[in-house]
């Protein structure tokens, strides 16, 4: 078995329907299982992709674990050289998977790759390719200062606006929503943190996987698209927790023994402000 498909469910039956059949249409040579993890849906889907897709191996949660553990159990269970981590609300073109692995092969010493990802609109999902949020790459991004100056490296070391998104080259992290990794990169550096329950472990992966000794690559040469947000604008507070929950739990794990009290005083202090805006601007109005 060559690529091992994982994706995970949650009350998402048509979008992940419609992940699924988009797989299952891509044309390649390579030999690909998909692996659907449902974290204890409440929904039609469990029964809905049971039907419809009997050649799937379907695995059913009694809770919802989140997005680490959950796809920890589905990457337990393949059987594929590589594993793609792929989100029940995205599409893949049918050369993806072929387009991927080939550059995979190719390449030995990246240990995970990931190609470009569009929102429905086109636009690039800027989470595709990103360095990692060091106390002064998340200040330029979260004060506004990356967007004054979106040619300048220094002020860009987050979304990498800097570079062209149709052009190849080594990034710090991907995005979980389509991640291929090496099974003997997993067999190295672990699975997903599930001390992080649905925000963080892919960039905790990605930081990882780099501090291992692995390249990280995106390769835009192919794309999916990412139904992002697509159900609501307006955020359960778990949502909005979970996501500043990370930001804490990543700095806390890589980057508070690199820096001084105050600088982590700092981060910390950030993140509870940003946080505390987050949930009176999801109250009182809609957050993006």
Not at 118 to 138: Q, W, Y
Not at 265 to 277: D, M, R, T, W
Request: hydrophobic share 40%; with cysteine.
């Amino acid at each position: 078995m060559d690529i091992s498909v994982i994706i995970l469910n949650y009350n998402t039956c048509e979008l992940t329907v419609q992940a699924i059949e988009s797989v299952l249409a891509s044309e390649t040579d390579y030999r690909y299982e998909v692996l659907v993890v449902d974290n204890a849906s409440t929904d039609s889907s469990p029964d809905v992709i049971r039907s419809r897709f009997p050649q799937i191996r379907f695995i059913a949660n009694e809770h919802n674990l989140g997005f680490a553990k959950g796809n920890n159990i589905g990457i337990r269970e393949a059987r594929g050289r590589y594993i793609l981590l792929l989100n029940s609300d995205t599409v893949v073109e049918r050369n993806t998977l072929e387009t991927m692995v080939r550059f995979m092969d190719s390449r030995p010493e990246v240990g995970a790759a990931g190609c470009k990802v569009v929102l429905p609109d086109g636009s690039l999902d800027k989470a595709c390719r990103r360095g990692f949020p060091t106390p002064s790459a998340s200040f330029y991004y979260a004060f506004g200062i990356s967007r004054l100056f979106p040619a300048n490296p220094r002020f860009n070391q987050y979304q990498l606006g800097y570079l062209n998104p149709d052009e190849d080259y080594p990034v710090d992290c991907l995005v979980g929503a389509f991640m291929m990794v090496r099974k003997e990169v997993i067999r190295q550096v672990g699975m997903l943190d599930e001390e992080f329950f649905m925000y963080g472990e892919d960039i905790d992966w990605c930081y990882r996987i780099k501090q291992a000794g692995w390249s990280i690559h995106y390769y835009p040469y192919t794309r999916i698209t990412h139904y992002k947000g697509a159900s609501s604008r307006r955020k359960p507070f778990k949502i909005i927790y979970e996501f500043h929950r990370a930001m804490y739990l990543f700095h806390r794990k890589h980057f508070r023994q690199k820096y001084s009290w105050l600088v982590n005083g700092l981060v910390y202090s950030g993140i509870f402000i940003k946080f505390a805006l987050s949930v009176l601007m999801n109250r009182f109005g809609s957050v993006r």
